[in-house]
């Protein structure tokens, strides 16, 4: 005779950083040299998080880990943000670099940090 040790359907459990199918987050980083400012947002536009990272890998590694996934990234391309899109790369869905040129252009001169973070998702496709 067979006996169930568990009738319950199958309980399946998402951690906080697993978005549900089909969905995506998207990250606007403003990259300075010493520090990256960067603005989480969901599918609707509303932010998740936000804050500053220190500019180095081992700092990346570690606020990596703390991002809802999947993620796709949106950064204004500078002097200092080569490597940094290199080494997200491997992790992201999608990073999109844009000029200083762009970036000034959609500038409206209020909040400009937050602003610039926080626009830089424009720059990415729909999904």
Sequence with gaps: MLHRLNSAATLIQ??????????????????????ISYCVKDVS????????????????????KTLPRPWTVAM?????SGWIYDHLLPHATQIKGSSPVDAASD??????????????DRRLPAM
């Design 14 to 35: 998402r951690t906080t950083t697993e978005a549900p199918r089909g969905h995506m987050y998207y990250i606007g980083l403003d990259v300075h040299k010493k520090t």
């Design 45 to 64: 536009g509303r932010i998740q998080q936000e804050g500053k990272v220190g500019s180095t890998r081992r700092e990346l590694d570690c606020w990596m």
């Design 76 to 80: 204004e391309a500078t002097i200092f």
């Design 107 to 120: 500038s409206s001169g209020e909040e400009e940090e937050r602003s610039d973070r926080c626009r830089q």
